[in-house]
Every structure is written in structure tokens, then in C-alpha cells.
């Protein structure tokens, strides 16, 4: 029995419902594979300076001398402590037998002494976090023009503090990938240095990289 044309497009479009199923369905199948394997792509990555910083090889480096310093100038502070102690002790004992005037010319040395010791060692203090932030402000600048490089590979136009984001999806955030390609360009910073480094074509942070 033929079908009446009516009746004929009913079922072509049953079969194309069909046939539209089917192929959602493999697609559907084949997706998940296809979505681990491809990040996809965005315009604004993210970044954990800190994490940049304490886990790349160069940051490491400065964060050990550093500490080597600190250590250092504890046992500095230790012995002078120690022998300050002592100087103070055997004025003590001096005192007795000692006219007052004699004493107290002694007292006011040792009261002067101690006061530069404490002057001394907490500029020395200072002067080591000095160091640890313009150690700090040096490997990121030698690392933007490595961040810069690798936001172009990316097709990226900015590269965000992930801290100053409240909310990012981490598909986008691009630290792991940021920390070893710092650690191939720049190592430990032995060749660098913990030094600002001369040049870096014009290029600071927050500023924008070189169009490709």
C-alpha cells in the first residue's frame, strides 16, 4: 500500500529525528576524550606570583641564601648577646670596689656600647629584608619577558594575579606552565644574578607585553 504524501514526510522526518539522534550520541561518546586533552582557549590567563616565586628554581636560590644570612646574623646577634652578658656581669662585680664616679664613667660606656650594638645588628636587619625584596622584584623581571613569550604562545592578552581574582575557573590559570618555563630560561639565577637585570625591552609588571 503506498503512503500518501502527508504520511511520507511524517516518517522522513522520524527517520531524520533518528538519524540526528545517532549522531548526538557518537558525538557525545567521542566528547570527553576530545575536552581532557584540549584546554581551551582564553584571553586572560591567571598566575600565583607566590607560588611563581617560592617554587621556581631561581626563586629557591634567593630564598636560601637569604636564609643562610638570616641563620648568620641570629648567631651573630647570639654571641654579642653572650658577650654583652659577660662585659655586664663583670662591671658588676667591679662596682664595689670602684669609686662612683669611676663606675658610672664605665656604666655610661657600656650603656652607650649597647645601644650601638642594637643600632648596628637592626640595620643589618633591615638592610636583609632590603635585600629580599629587590631580590624578589629582580626575578620577576627577569621572568616577565619569559611570562610575556609564553601569554603570546597562549594567545593571551594579560596575564592576572590569581589573588586579585575573586572568582576564576583554573582551566585558565597557567602557574605550573609559568614555573618550568622560568625555570628553562632563567635556572637558579646564578647567570642572571639577584640583580635587576639591564634591559627588559620596556617591559614591567602590569604594564602591556609587545604586540606578535
Partial sequence: MAL?????AYVWMIGA???AVLVSAVLAIGGPAVAQTAAPASQILTL???RLYAES???KALEARLSASTQALAAENRKMEADLAAEEADLTQKRPTMAANAF???ADAFDAKVEQVRADQAAKIEAMKTQREEGRKAFFQAALPV???LMQQMGAF???NRS???VVFDSIDVTDRAIAAVDESLGDGSTTGPRLPASTDGLTLGTKAPTP
Wanted: net charge positive.
Fill in 4 to 8: 500518501g504524501p502527508k504520511r511520507r
Fill in 158 to 160: 594579560a596575564i592576572l
Fill in 164 to 166: 586579585a581574582v575573586v
Fill in 104 to 106: 658610672q664613667t664605665l
Fill in 48 to 50: 600565583d606570583q607566590d
Fill in 57 to 59: 628554581l631561581y626563586g
Fill in 17 to 19: 529525528w533518528a538519524r
Fill in 147 to 149: 611570562l610575556a613569550k
